[in-house]
């Protein structure tokens, strides 16, 4: 792999992500040959560390992610390091980063290229992106802009970020982070649906009945009460990991693999993304809130929720398109915390075709995303004994040894933006579709709010409000898991 000359300036180098995540990942790229000798990092935050200090964290950071390694070239990577005591609300501050970013650039090469990443509060990402244009912040050659989740909090507010935004980076340098799309069995949806022609040939609304994602959080809000119960499921897992999982599982073909193509495809289903009205919502959508036991807190109980919060901790609902191979095919989802397990599966319902064996059991096809890496086709075949059938399970699955290869997403996303391939990260058109939908569910509720009604509260640690079953269409659907 080549050496990609960069300065990086993280913006929450002291932050909890740049710890667990970015530090680790961008020594895996320095192993690799990604990033060699002509890169610098500069790690900003507003606490007093030095250069030393920040290089110490970035050891600790890939021990605790990868215990033993080669110590030489961990010291060799964390001397690329630096780190700079900056305020992203006190504009003289960027002055400073400016002259640090350019000296670093001449020591190590950099021909001027430059990666911005916002892993901090995402109210600070204007601010950040104003600075960085009217300070000048951006090198002379290429540069790039990583921006975490959650982009905006509606479409009129996520608008607002992304003119702030375009005041100096343009749509192609800028990377929205959806970590969901590093997911190794993410990735594998588009090659599972069209490489294989007997999965291509039945990915049509003849064979299939229904879809159903289902993305369940064991954990409660913990110590995050404050942030959720402004944001709720909805916001918080809907509208960004869900509705990208259901676009690549509804996307038409694109022309070719390339970012481009795999983009226009997106936006080609999403224009014909059915937005709910009041009575759609009404109909196929159940929000919840989840209760206490003897030992854990209900919802409305934890630290820094409003007791009388109508926030949802729990959404299930479906999504319909009118083009793409899935046109008409009811698209279910349904996320929450506090649910039996923490596990991210995909359930591929086909129709039922009678033949001379009567009512058979339905063949599905199941993509688990986490913890497992697996998918499953469950068919009918004869029973030994008796004319019978039976229900078997055929798996595709890793062994130990590959499971350990698969790479984590934020390793995999970064290395994207080096190499500047976008096909993993969420375009703005995509995004703006998104809030459209969920703008349109949050105002239903605000009605439903209005006129006295509440979320529904369910039983912790099951799989949420009994009532998510009336959201099928047919009501002789259910959830497979
Ligand atoms: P965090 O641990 O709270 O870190 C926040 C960082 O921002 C710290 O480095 C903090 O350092 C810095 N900061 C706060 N105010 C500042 C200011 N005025 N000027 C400069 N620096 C300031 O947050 P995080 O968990 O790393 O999350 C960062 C972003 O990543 C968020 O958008 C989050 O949604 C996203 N994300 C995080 C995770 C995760 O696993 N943590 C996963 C997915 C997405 P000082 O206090 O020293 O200034």
Redesign the pocket.
């Known amino acids: 792999m080549n050496n990609i000359p960069t300065v990086m300036i993280i ?8 710890h ?2 970015i530090y680790p990942a961008l020594f895996n790229l320095y192993r690799s040959g990604l990033i060699h000798d002509n890169f610098a990092v500069i790690g ?4 007093p560390w030095s250069h030393e200090y920040l290089r110490g964290q970035v050891a600790d950071a890939v021990h605790e992610t990868y215990g033993e390694v080669d110590e030489t070239d961990l010291e060799a990577f964390a001397s690329h390091f630096y780190y700079q005591s ?4 006190n504009v003289e501050h960027y002055v400073t980063l400016k002259k640090l970013a350019q000296e670093l650039d001449e020591r190590y090469s950099c021909q001027g290229n430059r990666i911005f990443y916002m ?4 109210s ?1 990402f204007g601010t950040i992106a104003e600075h960085i244009a009217d300070q000048k912040l951006t090198g002379s050659g290429f540069n790039r802009l990583v921006v ?3 982009f905006g909090t509606s479409l009129e507010t996520a608008e607002v970020l992304n003119k702030q935004i375009n005041g100096s980076f343009d749509e192609e340098q800028v990377f929205r982070i959806d ?1 969901y799309l590093g997911k190794e069995m993410v990735q594998n949806i588009l090659p599972l649906r069209l490489s294989n022609p007997m999965i291509k040939s039945i990915w049509n609304k003849d064979c299939i009945k229904n879809i159903q994602v289902t993305l369940a959080e064991r954990l409660g809000v913990e110590a995050r009460g404050g942030y959720y119960d402004a944001s709720g499921a909805m916001r918080d897992m809907v509208q960004n990991h869900i509705f990208q999982i259901i676009t690549l599982l509804a996307m038409p073909e694109p022309a070719s693999l390339a970012d481009t193509d795999i983009h226009a495809a997106k936006e080609a289903l999403l224009d014909s993304l059915e937005i709910p009205d009041e009575a759609e919502v009404a109909a196929g959508f159940v929000r919840g809130q989840y209760g206490g036991t003897e030992t854990t807190f209900a919802y409305t109980s934890e630290p820094n929720v409003d007791p009388e919060s109508k926030t949802e901790t729990f959404v299930a609902g479906r999504v319909k398109f009118d083009q793409g191979p899935l046109a008409g095919v009811p698209i279910y989802f349904r996320t929450g915390k506090e649910m039996k397990e923490k596990r991210t599966r995909i359930d591929i319902v086909l129709k039922d075709m009678a033949g001379i064996y009567g009512e058979t059991g339905e063949n599905s096809i199941t993509i688990e995303v986490d913890p497992a890496s697996e998918i499953c086709l469950t068919i009918n075949g004869k029973t030994i004994q008796g004319g019978g059938l039976r229900r078997e399970r055929l798996a595709y699955k890793f062994s130990p040894e590959e499971q350990a290869q698969v790479p984590d997403g934020y390793e995999r996303l970064i290395h994207d933006v080096f190499v500047n391939d976008s096909t993993n990260f969420t375009k703005w058109k995509e995004l703006k579709r998104y809030w459209e939908f969920v703008d349109a569910v949050e105002d239903a509720w605000q009605k439903q709010n209005e006129s006295g009604q509440k979320p529904l509260t369910y039983a912790p640690y099951k799989m949420g409000p009994a009532e998510s079953k009336q959201i099928f269409a047919n009501p002789t659907d259910h959830w497979i898991y």
Do not use: C, I, N, Q
């Open positions: 913006f929450g180098g002291s932050g909890d992500l740049a667990r995540k900003t935050a507003r606490r900056h305020d992203v609300t892993a901090m509060a995402p600070f975490e989740k959650p970590h």
